[in-house]
């Protein structure tokens, strides 16, 4: 027999958001699943505590749940105890301080330097004219070269290339100023687009203080039209176009610094990371890269005659 609170709880869910059916439904579920547990232990809704309900999500693990599944469980769990706190029915929230399950995280898809090397050489045939195959070379030799976000390269002022500059000044994320070293054919191509952007411009009659100027309303080449070259000189490389973006050439960047060496304070200062923490995924994907090359190359790992 369901919980006299689920009722009330339900019929208040569906008049303050209009919730669907299935949704309701999904909602009796759960908590009729948990307030079963908590009356087979001769527990209730009223004298839970937090390690109770810490024990149920648990046992859903230790069965085999999947943790989208007890993610939802939790949630109906804690607007269930929010609902009765907040209706005077328990002067406490037992569950208000539970932490659902981590999502796993994604291993960033990376590329090799191999794959790096054509889409740079395809960057350099791509275009419908000279101007705009010397941008693309430029830009893309960049994004390698730097480990820039897409953001950060597309906004860069014409005056961070002035001079042959050996470094460049990038503001990220919060507006926070760090120094990216430019590498020797970074630097030539650089030089290169300067100049004829410059002459290009002269001959148009305009002017920008972007380093990549377009003529749309943000004054430079925007993220989603990049974002459609970079698909298109991956397809010019032979490259699957869904495994290649502006943000995995970042991840290269990182994850090939680390493969030769680089330690992680330098890569995260590089990357513009306020936590090394966000740096350390790349550990795991040269870890997966190695396990590869072992499983794949290791005479103990190929079957035995």
Not at 32 to 58: G, M
Not at 129 to 151: F, H, I, K, P, W
Not at 164 to 184: F, T
Not at 228 to 243: E, F, N, R, S
Request: net charge neutral.
């Amino acid at each position: 027999m369901a919980h006299p609170w689920l009722a009330v709880f339900l019929e208040a869910l569906q008049a303050e958001q209009d919730a669907a059916p299935n949704t309701l439904a999904a909602y009796a579920r759960d908590l009729q699943d948990f307030t079963a547990y908590l009356d087979h232990r001769a527990l209730s809704p009223e004298t839970a505590t937090r390690a109770d309900i810490e024990a149920y999500l648990v046992g859903l693990e230790a069965a085999g749940l999947a943790r989208s599944t007890r993610a939802r469980r939790l949630s109906a769990i804690r607007q269930l105890f929010r609902f009765a706190f907040l209706e005077g029915w328990r002067d406490d929230d037992p569950a208000a301080q539970i932490r659902g399950p981590k999502r796993p995280r994604a291993l960033p898809h990376s590329l090799s330097e191999g794959d790096v090397d054509a889409l740079l050489d395809a960057a350099r045939a791509f275009g419908r004219n000279d101007v705009e195959r010397l941008r693309n070379a430029c830009l893309m030799e960049l994004l390698y070269a730097t480990g820039l976000r897409v953001s950060e390269l597309l906004s860069l002022p014409d005056v961070a290339a002035r001079g042959d500059p050996r470094m460049i000044l990038v503001r990220g994320k919060g507006g926070r100023e760090r120094m990216v070293p430019l590498s020797a054919p970074a630097r030539e191509l650089l030089g290169q687009w300067l100049e004829t952007r410059d002459a290009e411009l002269a001959r148009k009659g305009q002017k920008s203080a972007f380093l990549f100027p377009s003529r749309g309303k943000s004054g430079h080449i925007t993220r989603e039209g990049f974002f459609l070259t970079v698909k298109k000189i991956a397809a010019a490389a032979g490259l699957d176009p869904a495994h290649v973006s502006p943000h995995t050439l970042r991840h290269a960047f990182a994850t090939h610094l680390l493969a030769n060496g680089a330690d992680l304070r330098s890569i995260q200062t590089l990357l513009g990371h306020a936590d090394v923490a966000t740096t350390e995924i790349y550990t795991h994907v040269l870890e997966e890269r190695l396990k590869e090359l072992v499983l794949e190359n290791h005479p103990l790992a190929k079957p035995r005659q």
